[in-house]
């Protein structure tokens, strides 16, 4: 969706480097969140912001952190990257909608995903 | 954890209807029922969701039974491009989704 962009869109790194990824939409979306996906696997959650000043972690959060500069931008960084950081990472917006008579529902939208190696 | 229970993998020849089973006996009454697919290694696309009732739209339909224990994904004419994994996932509406393995989907000319 080209509404959320993930920045880089690959990146080859070395174990013990600083890396950030960005994220951005213009969806407009108060909700921001990073997936990983390894090999094989499903999506697991990393951290989720609800607002700017709202950050959450998710089910895998150790070794990443994550920066809300602004509604429209999420960062994740990994601090001292390691080979088992090796992964596609995504970013996702959402809006919490409401739905008459049932309560509300949380459609995300994912960004392309970046590709990381860290060797 | 994924609350979920899908098959690893699913054949289906192209124009045919794909049928997509989930299971999800534990779900509770204000949780929605979510499908998603992956196209290769692109980003999860939104496909439907429901919470009660049958659903339908330009993509596919949502068939929910009526105990909520599980449904189904319905692609009513399946072709090539539709060959991805697509996953089901339950949710409330205020939490970060949360996704299993899924079900890898061929499409067979």
């Known amino acids: 969706d080209a509404d959320v962009t993930q920045t880089p869109r690959n990146r080859i790194t070395k174990t013990g480097k600083r890396i950030m990824l960005e994220c951005s939409q213009t969806k407009g979306h108060d909700r921001m969140y990073w997936y990983r996906q390894d090999p094989g696997l499903g999506l697991r959650l990393i951290y989720y912001s609800f607002d700017v000043k709202d950050i959450n972690k998710g089910e895998i959060s150790d070794g990443y952190s994550v920066s809300r500069q602004a509604q429209a931008k999420f960062s994740l960084s990994l601090e001292s990257a390691i080979p088992n950081q090796t992964a596609l990472y995504f970013c996702?917006?959402?809006?919490?909608?409401?739905?008459?008579?049932?309560?509300?529902?949380?459609?995300?939208?994912f960004g392309p995903g970046t590709r990381l190696t860290v060797l | 954890d994924a609350k979920t229970t899908q098959p690893t993998s699913m054949d289906c020849a192209e124009g045919r209807a794909a049928n997509l089973p989930c299971n999800h006996s534990?779900?509770?009454?204000?949780?929605?029922v979510y499908w998603y697919r992956q196209i290769h290694s692109q980003g999860p696309q939104y496909i439907i969701h429901?919470?009660?009732n049958n659903e339908t739209n330009e993509m596919a339909s949502l068939i929910i039974t009526e105990d909520r224990k599980s449904s189904t994904l319905i692609l009513p004419h399946a072709t090539l491009r539709d060959t991805a994994v697509y996953y089901c996932?339950?949710?409330?509406?205020?939490?970060?989704?949360?996704f299993g393995k899924g079900t890898r989907l061929s499409v067979i000319a």
């Open positions: 429901g919470l009660k």
């Open positions: 534990t779900i509770s009454g204000n949780e929605y």
């Open positions: 996702a917006t959402s809006d919490f909608t409401g739905q008459g008579g049932g309560g509300s529902y949380n459609e995300q939208f």
């Open positions: 996932i339950v949710s409330p509406g205020n939490t970060p989704l949360v």
